[in-house]
């Protein structure tokens, strides 16, 4: 299938033997959930060896009666990490606050299974979106957002996690918040509503960390990019300016093709049951990112 076929938000790609790999957030459409991203009970990937030229879905992950989470699978990550492949998505159930799990598979496209039984994010707050990064001490981090629909102005956190990725190992640190760039508005007009989501961590080639990320402008939906003042996780850090793209796309991640060279997707239009990756060549200039 075309990559414009695929519909899908949160797109994440990865290479491997040769092959890209894409992972999203299922749209399909019930009662309950008739914006199409509710009820999907899992996550699929699609394989190419060209970019637009996409395998049918094939079924990662499925969630059985034990699992903790019912309904929202959200945007699922695939990072390489010490020769295995973690998923890190986003779940929630009656009772339970939404939270990032990891779960783990020996091959991009096999069978994800649960690393822990409980989400790494802190069980009190409303999570999602987490992402993976690590230190240049060889630390394993999870950076996340704390959800405005608990604290009114979202924010992106970092946390240390345990060598095997399966339990927090630090209290959480706020990077950044939704109200630190003045085009970023509410989505609400009834109550406090600025949205941080789809943190996702970039390393220059001049050594530079930056995060680009996700909110609302009033144009709709919007890419932004913030940069630590120390090349690392552990800076304070700074949402820039200028926007990264401001034309109702986002949640967005950066990848190397097979040939080394850069590329950023996202899932746009951000209208429901109309999602669709898109892929775009990149490149750095001057300390910034470039959509060409």
């Known amino acids: 299938m075309k990559l414009s076929d695929i519909n899908i938000r949160d797109p994440f790609i990865i290479t491997s033997d040769g092959k890209y790999f894409m992972y999203g957030t299922r749209v399909k459409i019930t009662e309950e959930f008739p914006w199409g991203w509710g009820d999907q009970r899992g996550f699929d990937v699609y394989v190419s060896t060209d970019m637009e030229n996409w395998s049918e879905p094939v079924c990662v992950?499925?969630?059985?009666?034990?699992?903790?989470?019912?309904?929202?699978?959200?945007?699922?990550?695939?990072?390489?990490?010490?020769?295995?492949?973690?998923?890190?998505?986003?779940?929630?159930?009656?009772?339970?606050?939404?939270?990032?799990?990891?779960?783990?598979?020996?091959?991009?496209?096999?069978?994800?299974?649960p690393l822990s039984g409980e989400p790494v994010t802190p069980r009190e707050w409303e999570c999602l979106d987490g992402t993976f990064y690590v230190d240049k001490n060889g630390k394993p981090h999870i950076i996340f957002c704390h959800e405005w629909v608990q604290i009114g102005v979202g924010t992106v956190c970092e946390a240390e996690l345990s060598e095997d990725l399966s339990e927090r190992i630090s209290e959480p640190r706020v990077l950044?918040?939704?109200?630190?760039?003045?085009?970023?508005?509410?989505?609400?007009?009834?109550?406090?509503?600025?949205?941080?989501?789809?943190?996702?961590?970039?390393?220059?080639?001049?050594?530079?960390?930056?995060?680009?990320?996700?909110?609302?402008?009033?144009?709709?939906?919007?890419?932004?990019?913030?940069?630590?003042?120390?090349?690392?996780?552990?800076?304070?850090?700074?949402?820039?300016?200028?926007?990264?793209?401001?034309?109702?796309?986002?949640?967005?991640?950066i990848f190397r093709d097979l040939d080394n060279r850069l590329f950023f997707t996202m899932h746009s239009p951000n209208t429901a049951t109309l999602e669709r990756p898109v892929i775009y060549p990149m490149f750095e200039k001057d300390g910034m990112l470039i959509i060409e």
């Open 176 to 253: 950044w918040t939704a109200k630190d760039h003045p085009d970023i508005v509410s989505i609400s007009d009834e109550e406090v509503a600025y949205v941080t989501d789809g943190p996702f961590l970039y390393r220059c080639e001049d050594g530079e960390l930056l995060s680009i990320w996700s909110s609302f402008s009033k144009n709709g939906y919007i890419e932004l990019i913030s940069k630590s003042d120390n090349g690392d996780i552990d800076g304070n850090w700074t949402v820039l300016q200028e926007l990264l793209f401001d034309e109702d796309g986002g949640h967005g991640m």
């Open 61 to 113: 992950f499925e969630a059985n009666d034990d699992f903790w989470g019912k309904s929202e699978f959200w945007a699922p990550e695939v990072h390489f990490y010490r020769g295995k492949y973690y998923m890190f998505a986003s779940f929630t159930a009656d009772g339970a606050h939404r939270g990032t799990q990891i779960l783990v598979s020996d091959t991009p496209d096999g069978r994800f299974v």
